[in-house]
Protein backbone atom coordinates (compact mmCIF):
# COMPACT_ATOMS: atom_id res chain seq x y z
CA UNK A 1 0.00 0.00 0.00
CA UNK A 2 1.04 3.40 -0.91
CA UNK A 3 1.88 5.70 2.27
CA UNK A 4 3.38 9.46 2.50
CA UNK A 5 5.54 10.19 5.24
CA UNK A 6 5.29 14.08 6.12
CA UNK A 7 8.38 14.11 7.55
CA UNK A 8 10.23 12.70 4.18
CA UNK A 9 8.48 15.17 2.33
CA UNK A 10 9.64 18.03 3.70
CA UNK A 11 12.88 16.86 3.79
CA UNK A 12 12.50 16.05 0.20
CA UNK A 13 11.21 19.71 -0.49
CA UNK A 14 13.86 21.39 1.35
CA UNK A 15 16.91 19.35 -0.16
CA UNK A 16 15.39 21.17 -3.40
CA UNK A 17 14.70 24.29 -2.26
CA UNK A 18 17.81 24.43 -1.26
CA UNK A 19 19.04 24.13 -4.80
CA UNK A 20 17.58 27.39 -6.67
CA UNK A 21 14.77 29.54 -6.86
CA UNK A 22 13.06 27.77 -10.08
CA UNK A 23 12.61 24.78 -8.42
CA UNK A 24 10.83 26.41 -5.41
CA UNK A 25 7.15 25.47 -4.75
CA UNK A 26 5.45 23.32 -7.58
CA UNK A 27 8.47 21.28 -8.47
CA UNK A 28 8.78 19.69 -5.05
CA UNK A 29 5.10 19.48 -4.31
CA UNK A 30 4.77 17.48 -7.32
CA UNK A 31 7.17 15.29 -6.18
CA UNK A 32 6.19 15.20 -2.36
CA UNK A 33 2.48 13.80 -3.87
CA UNK A 34 3.46 11.59 -6.73
CA UNK A 35 6.64 9.80 -4.96
CA UNK A 36 5.42 6.86 -2.78
CA UNK A 37 7.88 6.63 -0.05
CA UNK A 38 7.96 4.06 2.72
CA UNK A 39 10.38 3.01 5.76
CA UNK A 40 12.52 0.66 4.23
CA UNK A 41 11.42 -1.84 7.50
CA UNK A 42 7.76 -1.98 7.08
CA UNK A 43 8.38 -2.94 3.43
CA UNK A 44 10.69 -5.53 4.28
CA UNK A 45 8.16 -7.06 6.61
CA UNK A 46 5.80 -7.46 3.98
CA UNK A 47 7.93 -9.14 1.46
CA UNK A 48 9.37 -11.36 3.98
CA UNK A 49 5.03 -12.28 5.22
CA UNK A 50 4.11 -12.37 1.56
CA UNK A 51 7.12 -14.89 0.87
CA UNK A 52 6.54 -16.79 3.78
CA UNK A 53 2.99 -17.61 2.72
CA UNK A 54 3.87 -18.24 -0.36
CA UNK A 55 6.31 -20.74 0.26
CA UNK A 56 4.17 -22.15 3.07
CA UNK A 57 1.94 -22.82 0.28
CA UNK A 58 4.09 -24.36 -2.14
CA UNK A 59 5.08 -26.84 0.45
CA UNK A 60 1.67 -28.12 1.59
CA UNK A 61 0.81 -28.05 -2.44
CA UNK A 62 4.18 -30.54 -3.34
CA UNK A 63 3.27 -32.59 -0.15
CA UNK A 64 -0.32 -32.79 -1.26
CA UNK A 65 0.79 -33.85 -4.80
CA UNK A 66 3.41 -36.24 -3.32
CA UNK A 67 0.58 -38.15 -1.23
CA UNK A 68 -1.70 -38.21 -4.04
CA UNK A 69 1.09 -39.90 -6.46
CA UNK A 70 1.97 -42.40 -3.25
CA UNK A 71 -1.09 -43.42 -3.13
CA UNK A 72 -1.70 -43.80 -6.97
CA UNK A 73 1.35 -45.84 -6.78
CA UNK A 74 0.07 -47.85 -3.91
CA UNK A 75 -3.29 -48.44 -5.63
CA UNK A 76 -1.90 -49.57 -8.78
CA UNK A 77 0.94 -51.73 -7.25
CA UNK A 78 -1.91 -53.54 -5.23
CA UNK A 79 -3.86 -53.55 -8.04
CA UNK A 80 -1.03 -55.11 -10.23
CA UNK A 81 -0.55 -57.83 -7.34
CA UNK A 82 -3.88 -58.88 -7.25
CA UNK A 83 -4.30 -59.68 -10.94
CA UNK A 84 -0.91 -61.35 -10.72
CA UNK A 85 -2.60 -63.48 -8.19
CA UNK A 86 -5.68 -64.02 -9.97
CA UNK A 87 -3.67 -65.34 -12.93
CA UNK A 88 -1.63 -67.55 -10.46
CA UNK A 89 -5.12 -69.08 -9.03
CA UNK A 90 -6.16 -69.69 -12.60
CA UNK A 91 -3.24 -71.48 -13.45
CA UNK A 92 -3.69 -73.88 -10.17
CA UNK A 93 -6.87 -74.91 -10.97
CA UNK A 94 -5.60 -76.14 -14.20
CA UNK A 95 -2.87 -77.94 -12.34
CA UNK A 96 -5.76 -79.58 -10.07
CA UNK A 97 -7.85 -80.47 -13.27
CA UNK A 98 -4.61 -82.31 -15.40
CA UNK A 99 -4.41 -84.13 -11.63
CA UNK A 100 -7.90 -85.26 -11.84
CA UNK A 101 -7.37 -86.39 -15.69
CA UNK A 102 -4.98 -88.25 -15.05
CA UNK A 103 -6.05 -91.67 -16.97
CA UNK A 104 -3.84 -93.73 -15.06
CA UNK A 105 -4.60 -93.74 -10.97
CA UNK A 106 -2.78 -96.39 -10.18
CA UNK A 107 0.40 -95.63 -11.34
CA UNK A 108 2.26 -91.94 -11.45
CA UNK A 109 5.59 -90.99 -12.75
CA UNK A 110 7.21 -88.15 -14.51
CA UNK A 111 6.23 -88.74 -18.12
CA UNK A 112 2.54 -88.33 -17.50
CA UNK A 113 0.64 -85.30 -18.76
CA UNK A 114 0.12 -83.59 -14.90
CA UNK A 115 4.22 -83.98 -14.30
CA UNK A 116 4.78 -81.59 -17.83
CA UNK A 117 5.36 -77.82 -16.50
CA UNK A 118 2.78 -75.93 -18.10
CA UNK A 119 4.22 -71.89 -19.51
CA UNK A 120 1.86 -68.83 -20.24
CA UNK A 121 2.71 -65.52 -21.85
CA UNK A 122 -0.35 -63.27 -22.51
CA UNK A 123 -0.45 -60.19 -24.54
CA UNK A 124 0.00 -58.08 -21.98
CA UNK A 125 3.31 -59.32 -20.52
CA UNK A 126 2.63 -61.74 -18.33
CA UNK A 127 4.36 -64.63 -17.63
CA UNK A 128 2.82 -67.66 -15.71
CA UNK A 129 4.90 -70.72 -14.66
CA UNK A 130 3.40 -73.75 -13.04
CA UNK A 131 4.55 -77.10 -12.54
CA UNK A 132 3.24 -79.79 -10.33
CA UNK A 133 5.55 -81.78 -7.94
CA UNK A 134 4.90 -85.17 -6.63
CA UNK A 135 5.01 -84.77 -2.86
CA UNK A 136 5.71 -88.75 -2.19
CA UNK A 137 9.09 -88.53 -3.71
CA UNK A 138 9.77 -87.72 -0.41
CA UNK A 139 9.41 -89.70 3.03
CA UNK A 140 6.70 -88.56 5.14
CA UNK A 141 7.66 -87.28 8.69
CA UNK A 142 3.94 -87.58 9.83
CA UNK A 143 4.78 -91.82 9.67
CA UNK A 144 6.07 -91.12 12.99
CA UNK A 145 2.36 -91.18 14.35
CA UNK A 146 1.86 -94.47 12.45
CA UNK A 147 1.57 -97.44 14.76
CA UNK A 148 2.80 -100.52 13.79
CA UNK A 149 0.73 -103.49 13.59
CA UNK A 150 0.53 -106.79 13.30
CA UNK A 151 1.90 -106.69 9.67
CA UNK A 152 5.62 -106.85 9.90
CA UNK A 153 6.98 -103.48 9.16
CA UNK A 154 9.89 -101.36 9.72
CA UNK A 155 9.10 -98.44 12.70
CA UNK A 156 8.92 -95.76 11.27
CA UNK A 157 11.49 -93.81 14.01
CA UNK A 158 13.89 -96.33 12.78
CA UNK A 159 13.73 -95.22 8.91
CA UNK A 160 13.52 -90.89 10.35
CA UNK A 161 16.91 -92.01 12.15
CA UNK A 162 18.63 -93.31 9.13
CA UNK A 163 17.27 -90.28 7.65
CA UNK A 164 18.57 -87.80 9.95
CA UNK A 165 22.08 -88.99 10.17
CA UNK A 166 21.81 -89.06 6.09
CA UNK A 167 21.51 -85.26 6.29
CA UNK A 168 23.85 -84.38 8.45
CA UNK A 169 22.82 -85.24 12.26
CA UNK A 170 25.22 -87.59 13.97
CA UNK A 171 23.37 -88.04 17.28
CA UNK A 172 19.56 -88.38 15.48
CA UNK A 173 17.77 -90.78 18.28
CA UNK A 174 17.26 -87.85 20.77
CA UNK A 175 15.65 -85.68 18.10
CA UNK A 176 13.62 -88.45 16.48
CA UNK A 177 12.62 -89.11 19.85
CA UNK A 178 11.10 -85.81 20.52
CA UNK A 179 9.70 -85.39 16.99
CA UNK A 180 7.96 -88.69 17.33
CA UNK A 181 6.48 -87.53 21.14
CA UNK A 182 5.08 -84.27 19.28
CA UNK A 183 3.00 -86.21 17.05
CA UNK A 184 2.18 -89.59 18.12
CA UNK A 185 -1.24 -89.38 19.82
CA UNK A 186 -0.22 -90.92 22.78
CA UNK A 187 2.07 -89.10 26.33
CA UNK A 188 4.30 -91.85 26.53
CA UNK A 189 7.49 -90.95 26.23
CA UNK A 190 10.58 -88.97 27.22
CA UNK A 191 9.55 -85.97 25.22
CA UNK A 192 5.93 -85.55 25.80
CA UNK A 193 4.08 -82.96 27.48
CA UNK A 194 5.63 -83.09 31.13
CA UNK A 195 9.06 -82.06 29.61
CA UNK A 196 7.97 -78.91 27.50
CA UNK A 197 6.71 -77.69 31.17
CA UNK A 198 9.23 -78.84 33.36
CA UNK A 199 12.74 -77.32 30.94
CA UNK A 200 9.89 -74.25 30.87
CA UNK A 201 9.64 -74.28 27.06
CA UNK A 202 7.26 -72.29 25.19
CA UNK A 203 5.55 -74.66 22.81
CA UNK A 204 3.67 -78.18 23.60
CA UNK A 205 3.13 -80.77 21.73
CA UNK A 206 -0.12 -81.34 20.17
CA UNK A 207 -0.17 -84.91 19.91
CA UNK A 208 -1.04 -84.75 16.30
CA UNK A 209 0.26 -84.95 12.93
CA UNK A 210 2.60 -81.31 11.67
CA UNK A 211 1.32 -79.02 9.79
CA UNK A 212 3.61 -77.74 7.88
CA UNK A 213 7.17 -77.62 7.93
CA UNK A 214 7.24 -74.55 9.81
CA UNK A 215 5.95 -76.44 12.54
CA UNK A 216 9.07 -78.47 13.37
CA UNK A 217 10.77 -75.25 14.71
CA UNK A 218 8.79 -75.98 17.76
CA UNK A 219 10.15 -79.06 18.81
CA UNK A 220 12.62 -79.44 21.45
CA UNK A 221 16.04 -80.31 19.27
CA UNK A 222 15.38 -78.36 16.13
CA UNK A 223 16.66 -75.31 14.83
CA UNK A 224 15.29 -72.79 12.38
CA UNK A 225 17.73 -73.20 9.73
CA UNK A 226 17.52 -77.62 10.32
CA UNK A 227 14.63 -78.20 7.53
CA UNK A 228 16.41 -76.17 4.43
CA UNK A 229 20.05 -77.30 5.34
CA UNK A 230 20.61 -80.16 7.55
CA UNK A 231 22.68 -81.22 9.96
CA UNK A 232 21.90 -81.14 13.98
CA UNK A 233 23.01 -77.88 14.40
CA UNK A 234 21.85 -76.78 10.80
CA UNK A 235 25.51 -76.62 9.16
CA UNK A 236 24.57 -76.54 5.13
CA UNK A 237 27.34 -79.19 3.68
CA UNK A 238 24.64 -81.91 4.12
CA UNK A 239 21.69 -82.91 2.30
CA UNK A 240 19.10 -80.65 3.17
CA UNK A 241 16.20 -82.57 5.14
CA UNK A 242 13.23 -80.65 2.74
CA UNK A 243 14.78 -82.56 -0.32
CA UNK A 244 13.91 -86.20 1.04
CA UNK A 245 11.01 -85.32 3.69
CA UNK A 246 8.07 -83.90 3.76
CA UNK A 247 5.18 -82.76 6.04
CA UNK A 248 1.45 -84.35 4.88
CA UNK A 249 -1.35 -82.77 6.96
CA UNK A 250 -3.43 -86.32 7.85
CA UNK A 251 -4.00 -88.34 10.38
CA UNK A 252 -1.85 -91.17 9.41
CA UNK A 253 -3.12 -95.12 10.47
CA UNK A 254 -0.91 -96.36 7.95
CA UNK A 255 2.31 -95.14 6.03
CA UNK A 256 2.33 -92.46 3.40
CA UNK A 257 5.02 -94.21 1.05
CA UNK A 258 7.33 -93.24 -1.18
CA UNK A 259 6.72 -93.34 -5.33
CA UNK A 260 9.62 -95.57 -6.36
CA UNK A 261 8.90 -93.64 -9.93
CA UNK A 262 9.72 -90.00 -8.43
CA UNK A 263 11.75 -90.54 -5.69
CA UNK A 264 15.39 -89.47 -5.59
CA UNK A 265 18.26 -91.65 -5.77
CA UNK A 266 19.64 -91.07 -2.11
CA UNK A 267 16.46 -91.00 -0.62
CA UNK A 268 16.23 -94.82 -1.84
CA UNK A 269 19.77 -95.73 -0.67
CA UNK A 270 18.41 -94.92 2.73
CA UNK A 271 15.35 -96.60 2.68
CA UNK A 272 16.60 -99.90 0.89
CA UNK A 273 19.60 -99.87 3.39
CA UNK A 274 22.92 -100.80 3.59
CA UNK A 275 24.31 -103.21 0.71
CA UNK A 276 21.50 -102.49 -1.39
CA UNK A 277 22.80 -100.61 -3.87
CA UNK A 278 21.88 -103.04 -6.69
CA UNK A 279 18.27 -102.72 -5.94
CA UNK A 280 18.75 -99.31 -6.07
CA UNK A 281 20.10 -99.48 -9.25
CA UNK A 282 17.55 -101.78 -10.34
CA UNK A 283 14.84 -99.13 -9.41
CA UNK A 284 16.37 -96.18 -11.65
CA UNK A 285 17.23 -98.57 -14.69
CA UNK A 286 13.71 -99.69 -14.76
CA UNK A 287 11.85 -96.39 -14.52
CA UNK A 288 13.91 -95.11 -16.78
CA UNK A 289 12.74 -97.35 -19.15
CA UNK A 290 9.42 -97.43 -18.43
CA UNK A 291 7.56 -96.86 -15.04
CA UNK A 292 7.29 -99.09 -12.14
CA UNK A 293 3.48 -100.39 -11.89
CA UNK A 294 4.45 -102.63 -9.22
CA UNK A 295 6.83 -103.56 -6.65
CA UNK A 296 6.94 -107.48 -8.20
CA UNK A 297 10.15 -106.57 -9.99
CA UNK A 298 11.96 -105.76 -7.25
CA UNK A 299 11.13 -108.74 -5.33
CA UNK A 300 14.13 -111.24 -6.38
CA UNK A 301 16.58 -108.39 -6.03
CA UNK A 302 15.83 -107.19 -2.77
CA UNK A 303 17.16 -108.51 0.60
CA UNK A 304 14.12 -110.31 1.93
CA UNK A 305 13.68 -109.35 5.60
CA UNK A 306 14.25 -105.75 5.58
CA UNK A 307 12.09 -105.46 1.76
CA UNK A 308 9.31 -107.42 3.82
CA UNK A 309 9.96 -104.90 6.46
CA UNK A 310 9.79 -102.21 4.12
CA UNK A 311 7.15 -102.51 1.68
CA UNK A 312 4.35 -100.70 3.50
CA UNK A 313 6.70 -97.10 2.98
CA UNK A 314 6.95 -97.58 -0.48
CA UNK A 315 4.46 -97.91 -3.84
CA UNK A 316 4.24 -96.64 -7.47
CA UNK A 317 1.83 -93.91 -7.55
CA UNK A 318 0.62 -90.72 -5.42
CA UNK A 319 -2.05 -89.33 -3.77
CA UNK A 320 0.18 -85.63 -2.37
CA UNK A 321 1.20 -83.26 -5.17
CA UNK A 322 2.52 -79.70 -4.41
CA UNK A 323 1.55 -77.23 -6.99
CA UNK A 324 3.69 -74.23 -7.54
CA UNK A 325 2.74 -71.29 -9.74
CA UNK A 326 4.52 -67.90 -10.50
CA UNK A 327 3.13 -64.82 -11.96
CA UNK A 328 6.00 -62.13 -13.25
CA UNK A 329 4.19 -59.21 -14.98
CA UNK A 330 5.53 -55.74 -15.84
CA UNK A 331 5.55 -54.58 -12.55
CA UNK A 332 5.22 -57.71 -10.16
CA UNK A 333 6.23 -61.17 -9.54
CA UNK A 334 4.50 -63.44 -7.10
CA UNK A 335 4.26 -67.17 -6.28
CA UNK A 336 1.38 -69.29 -4.99
CA UNK A 337 1.78 -72.85 -3.70
CA UNK A 338 -0.97 -75.48 -3.18
CA UNK A 339 -0.85 -78.72 -1.43
CA UNK A 340 -3.04 -81.07 -2.81
CA UNK A 341 -4.36 -84.69 -2.10
CA UNK A 342 -5.53 -86.65 -4.75
CA UNK A 343 -8.38 -89.75 -3.37
CA UNK A 344 -7.71 -92.93 -5.35
CA UNK A 345 -10.85 -92.22 -7.14
CA UNK A 346 -9.35 -88.70 -8.44
CA UNK A 347 -10.91 -86.21 -6.66
CA UNK A 348 -8.38 -83.38 -6.10
CA UNK A 349 -8.75 -81.03 -3.02
CA UNK A 350 -6.69 -78.54 -1.82
CA UNK A 351 -5.05 -78.99 2.22
CA UNK A 352 -2.86 -75.99 2.41
CA UNK A 353 -2.57 -72.88 0.04
CA UNK A 354 0.49 -70.44 0.38
CA UNK A 355 0.74 -67.25 -1.26
CA UNK A 356 3.83 -66.45 -0.73
CA UNK A 357 6.36 -63.32 -2.40
CA1 LIG B 1 -1.01 -91.51 -13.02
CA1 LIG C 1 2.74 -87.64 21.90
Same mark, same amino acid.
Given at each position: ?22 ? /? ?49 ? @??? /? ?10 ? @????? %? ?20 ? +? ?19 ? /? ?16 ? #? ?14 ? #? ?25 ? @??? +?????? %? ?45 ? +? ?20 ? /? ?25 ? +? ?53
Amino acid at each position: MPCLSTTSVSSFCRTARGGSDRS /RGSPCETSAVHESVCPRSRCGSALVLVLTVLGTLLIVLTYLLKEAAGSTRL @ARA /RLDRERAYALTA @AAIER %ALQRLADDDDLLTDHLREPWAQ +PERIETPDGDLIETVIEDEQR /RFDLNNLAVIPGTHPMLP #PSDLVVDLLRFCGDSD #PQPRVAALKDWIDADMDGPYELEFYIQ @ANL +PSRPPN %APLLSPDEIVFVHGFSSKWWHRGGAEGASDHCPPARVMTVLPSPHTH +PVPVNLNTAPEELLLVLFGPGQ /RQLVNLVCTLRDTAPLRSLEPLVAVAE +PVRALRLWAYVDVRSEWFSVHSTATTPRVRVHVHALVHRTSDGVVRVVRWDRGR
